[in-house]
């Protein structure tokens, strides 16, 4: 589709001779009504070219040839600012869905390019928690988002199964292991025995030592530990299973932590010849304070054991020798800012080609909370996450039940609002805002939430198929779409593109949840004030073609984000 900022950019280009990128970044969107579509500031170019930002954006004004593609040109206090013509905007909108349909934004600007996205990485034995849901659901929406733009992407799941807390289940195992039906209720059943054995730990310095022990043995791969500890890992993975079937997600790779243990040794001779290991009460540890860092970063601790730090280094080295990446994302909560700095600075000690260092990315995370009230005490301190998705899942069935009591496939229907809702709240603010996990709230059919967006898509498709027409391009007369409201429609549909790239160089999600909510609102306005069905053939025609697109852009925009739609409900 044809790109408005390079056009203008070209436009202004012809006229003065300057660097293109000084004059492209700088053209912005328009935001008001009325104003014009692209605005060009013309206040950095002052100092150069020694004249006022007015002067230059009257000079420019007169100067440039208005084409096709613009309606008019407005100089004002030295913003240059675009209206495009409303008809060429529309028609190049229409073709492009003409020619991609259900395809409509996709771009190819990563193509050739790699993106690894690690997310969600539960630890082994423990609940998938409501912080686990953040990654989980972020990193899914980012994976599809660089999947849209082109990119080769690659979704990973660095499991945490490593560490001495083994030591410890094995030993449960051990002492406990028939008293616990591990079959069903696994994970409730682990985290009981691992409480159990931490007590015991806590009074008998004995059954600690036999724990340690056990871990030594696992490190060094006894073949008992070794099969306890894969039992655990098994059971626990059928416990994640669950959540990523309910969330319609799955990794392409589930290498957990363990798997990168054994590769110590290597970082550590890597750092030790290049002087950057010192010995601090018998760790390892590297100093980072030329790199502003002044925690420094543990590689080995005292009794010789690998540890996290250590397996995210030795993941680093794998990733860049496996997938040659471009840009290496990882997403995690804010409280391991520091972790990841102190990793991806040691990082810069391993040889590594200048490109894995500059991809290396941590997209971080606010808090999320759940609202006071029967849902947060329920469990004691841990709440299971598959009970707030079941719950959000009834909650919904709840409502739809209410709203359409006789729609059919309602159990259909109520999972993908009530997870969809579910997800949509998590992605509605900026990442690093802490959030109140509140199902009410998430699930009103009113507020800015995926229910409203997804009766909307729900709508449009019955006004479709009561038209049970299917329009086709070269039966559209544009006169009959040049109204404010759907010019505004027209508007947020070519943006797509832009909003989804956006929301991959800045790592959010939110720009493209809040452009649903906004091409939701502006059909909805749309919708009020003008009849799709209209007697009027070429009228009729032309509305249902663009609400079609509408629709398709609602839909894509959702799953992009995780979310899936509902036909009806
Ligand atoms: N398993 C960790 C946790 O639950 C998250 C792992 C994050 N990824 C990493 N490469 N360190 O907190």
């Known amino acids: 589709m044809i790109n408005y900022k390079k056009e203008i950019s070209n436009l202004i280009l012809n006229i003065l001779s300057i660097d293109e990128n000084e004059i492209y970044e700088n053209i912005s969107l328009i935001k008001e009504k009325d104003k014009g579509d692209y605005t060009f500031p013309c206040f950095t170019l002052s100092k150069k070219l020694k004249k006022s930002p007015k002067e230059i954006s009257d000079y420019l004004k007169e100067k440039i040839i208005i084409p096709n593609f613009i309606e008019k040109i407005e100089s004002v206090n030295g913003y240059l600012n675009f209206y495009l013509n409303k008809e060429e905007l529309t028609k190049a909108v229409f073709k492009e869905f003409d020619e991609k349909g259900y395809d409509y934004g996709k771009s190819k600007i990563g193509l050739g390019k790699t993106v690894l996205i690690e997310y969600s ?42 560490g001495t807390q083994f030591g410890k289940l094995i030993e449960a195992y051990k002492l406990w292991g028939n008293e ?96 950057k290991i010192t010995e601090s009460e018998g760790a390892k540890i590297v100093n980072l304070d030329n790199e502003g860092i002044s925690t420094p970063c543990i590689v080995q601790k005292a009794n010789g054991s690998s540890i996290y ?45 200048e490109k894995y260092i500059n991809g290396l990315t941590h997209v971080s995370y606010g808090m999320y909370r759940l609202k006071e009230g029967k849902m947060s005490t329920r469990q004691g301190n841990f709440i299971k996450l598959e009970d707030i998705l079941n719950e959000s899942i009834l909650k919904a069935k709840e409502i739809i039940r209410e709203k359409n009591p006789d729609l059919e496939n309602i159990d259909d229907t109520a999972k993908k609002v009530g997870i969809g809702a579910v997800i949509f709240s998590d992605l509605y603010n900026s990442r690093i805002k802490d959030e109140v996990f509140d199902i009410d709230t998430m699930l009103s059919f009113q507020g800015e939430t995926s229910p409203y967006i997804q009766y909307m898509y729900v709508r449009i498709n019955s ?46 999600p939110y720009i493209l949840s809040r452009y649903l909510i906004d091409l939701a609102k502006n059909y909805s306005i749309f919708y009020n004030q003008n009849k799709v069905l209209s007697d009027d053939i070429d009228e009729r025609n032309a509305r249902l073609y663009l609400i079609n697109i509408v629709g398709n852009v609602l839909k894509s925009g959702c799953e992009l984000l995780g979310i899936q739609m509902p036909d009806k409900m």
């Open 463 to 508: 006004i479709i198929k009561k038209s049970s027409q299917n329009v086709l391009l070269k039966d559209i007369n544009y006169s009959k779409l040049s109204d404010e409201q759907t010019y505004s429609i027209v508007k947020l549909l070519y943006n797509f593109t832009d909003i989804v790239i956006d929301s991959s160089t800045k790592n959010e």
């Open 121 to 162: 990485s539960p630890n082994i034995a423990k609940p998938f928690h409501i912080g686990h849901l953040r990654t989980t659901v972020i990193g899914h929406a980012l994976y599809n988002i660089y999947k849209f733009l082109g990119y080769n992407t690659i979704s990973i799941n660095h499991l945490g199964d490593y």
């Open 309 to 353: 730090a250590t397996r995210d280094l030795a993941a680093i080295i794998y990733r860049a020798k496996t997938y040659d990446y471009d840009k290496s994302i990882y997403v995690t909560g804010c409280e391991q800012d520091l972790h990841f700095k102190q990793i991806f600075a040691v990082a810069k000690y391993l040889d590594l080609d």
């Open 180 to 275: 616990y039906d591990l079959e069903n209720n696994s994970m409730d059943q682990m985290v009981q025995m691992y409480v159990r054995i931490n007590k015991l730990c806590s009074e008998d310095e004995q059954v600690l030592e036999r724990c340690r022990e056990n871990f030594r043995l696992l490190e060094s791969k006894d073949k008992y530990c070794v099969e306890i500890w894969n039992k655990f890992k098994t059971l626990s993975m059928e416990e994640f299973k669950k959540i990523y079937d309910i969330l319609n997600i799955n990794f392409d790779s589930y290498k957990g932590e363990a798997s990168y243990a054994s590769s110590m040794d290597e970082i550590i001779s890597k750092l030790e010849s290049k002087g």
